[in-house]
């Protein structure tokens, strides 16, 4: 099945800064790749998504990246703000497949003031 | 509109009891999704209906979870003979048809078995 890595695990950053987290995975079948932000005891809430057909989607402030050869992706956080502070997750799906979603451990965003 | 809701919130249980616990799709969402995070952890895929049918239950851990979605609509997870390490909270989330619809989380479910 699908494995997801994320890294780093946690990334303090200066408030108008950048951040960027980084997601590996196994399955080359994969095709849809989430990205979700989850604030302490709210829900998991999509925040951007990419399907295997582009290489980059931005929206605002937010961008992700995808490299298939090298079955990567990246979640870029530009000027970055102290309600960016929460857990994002990455995640793979393999659409056709079990198209449930896996989910990488997390990255704990925190933004210094 | 009203997203996704499950209940009850937070569920105290002792090792060895059984528990169900409910999810309130989006209405005219046909694909239902129960996942389960453990702390410091993201979710992991439990099963995945669509329509009344599952799909693909390939992530229930063993034969003591069991989920059912008789009308296409709400769903129940059931656990039977809980063990401690099913402390966790339970999330549903749901799709318009499936695929690469965006999934909508509901706030899940605390499951303490003492």
């Known amino acids: 099945g699908e494995n997801v890595e994320q890294h780093p695990s946690t990334l303090s950053v200066q408030e108008g800064d950048s951040a960027v987290i980084k997601c590996t995975y196994s399955?080359?079948?994969?095709?849809?790749f989430p990205w979700y932000k989850q604030e302490l005891g709210k829900r998991p809430q999509l925040i951007i998504d990419?399907?295997?057909?582009?290489g980059e989607k931005k929206d605002q402030r937010i961008a992700v990246t995808l490299n298939k050869t090298a079955k990567h992706f990246s979640l870029h956080i530009t000027e970055t703000q102290p309600e960016d502070s929460a857990v994002y997750f990455c995640?793979?799906?393999?659409?056709?497949?079990?198209?449930?979603?896996?989910f990488g451990k997390g990255t704990h965003l925190i933004i210094q003031p | 509109g009203a997203g996704v809701s499950q209940t009850p919130s937070n569920k105290v249980t002792e090792k060895g009891k059984y528990v169900e616990l409910r999810c309130d799709p989006i209405?005219?969402?046909?694909?239902l999704y129960w996942y389960r995070q453990s702390l410091g952890q993201g979710p992991e895929f439990l099963i995945y209906?669509?329509?009344?049918?599952?799909?693909?239950d390939s992530g229930l851990p063993n034969d003591r979870f069991f989920a059912v979605r008789p009308e296409g609509s709400v769903s129940t997870l059931k656990i039977q003979r809980t063990e401690r390490g099913d402390s966790a909270v339970y999330l549903c989330?749901?799709?318009?048809?499936?695929?690469?619809?965006?999934?909508?989380f509901g706030p899940g479910t605390r499951l303490t078995v003492l």
């Open positions: 989330a749901s799709s318009l048809t499936g695929g690469i619809n965006e999934q909508f």
């Open positions: 399955d080359s079948a994969s095709n849809y």
């Open positions: 990419i399907r295997s057909n582009v």
């Open positions: 995640a793979a799906s393999s659409v056709g497949g079990a198209d449930g979603l896996t």
């Open positions: 209405s005219g969402h046909t694909a």
């Open positions: 209906f669509q329509g009344t049918g599952a799909a693909d």
